[in-house]
């Protein structure tokens, strides 16, 4: 296996061409990816004209991203799925959070004005994004596509609550 195969897994994951089963069974590759996606969401929401401190909001995403496959799994009895699955959450998080930098990067330069394709692109990576945590969930829990996205969309509704409770 090349340096690479696990990208290249990622990328195929992203475009629900691999699940993460694909991913190598490797704690170190789950810590490389859990801290590569949680620097660059703090430094991609540092860039967004907020007063609040992200730091709080991306430890809680992180956390929420480490526990909530853990109990799923634990739920549906493949605790033995944890490594690859949650690989797999938090290495294409990190892919979709670069594919959205350059909308960021335009909210960040014109704050006072909307920036009208920077919030669709948003939004396509939002929806993107649940897309591919269902397929991700589908293949790691053994469940069907729309019961996955329905979790998947639960997940992204419980963040934006709980972020929403911090201020």
């Keep these: 296996m090349t340096t690479l195969a696990p990208v290249e897994t990622l990328l195929r994951l992203c475009w629900f061409q691999a699940g993460p089963q694909d991913l190598p069974y ?3 590759l789950l810590a490389l990816l859990v801290a590569a996606a949680t620097a660059l969401s703090l430094a991609s929401l540092q ?3 907020d007063d609040a401190n992200p730091l709080a909001s991306v430890l809680m995403h992180t956390l929420l991203g480490l526990a909530t496959p853990w109990v799923l799994l634990y739920l549906r009895g ?3 799925r944890y490594v690859q699955t949650t690989s797999a959450m938090f290495g294409t998080s990190l892919l979709l959070t670069l594919v959205v930098l350059p909308a960021l990067m335009a909210l960040a330069r014109s704050p ?3 920036v009208v394709w920077a919030a669709y ?3 396509a990576v939002v929806i993107w994004s649940i897309a591919v ?3 991700i969930l589908r293949h790691a829990l053994e469940l069907s596509l729309p019961i996955a996205v329905g979790i998947a ?3 992204y509704g419980v963040s934006i609550y709980l972020n929403q409770l911090m201020g």
């Design 26 to 28: 490797s704690r170190s």
């Design 47 to 49: 860039m967004l004209p």
């Design 78 to 80: 493949r605790r033995n």
């Design 112 to 114: 006072a004005e909307p």
């Design 121 to 123: 692109w948003w939004l």
């Design 133 to 135: 945590l269902g397929h």
């Design 153 to 155: 969309l639960l997940y």
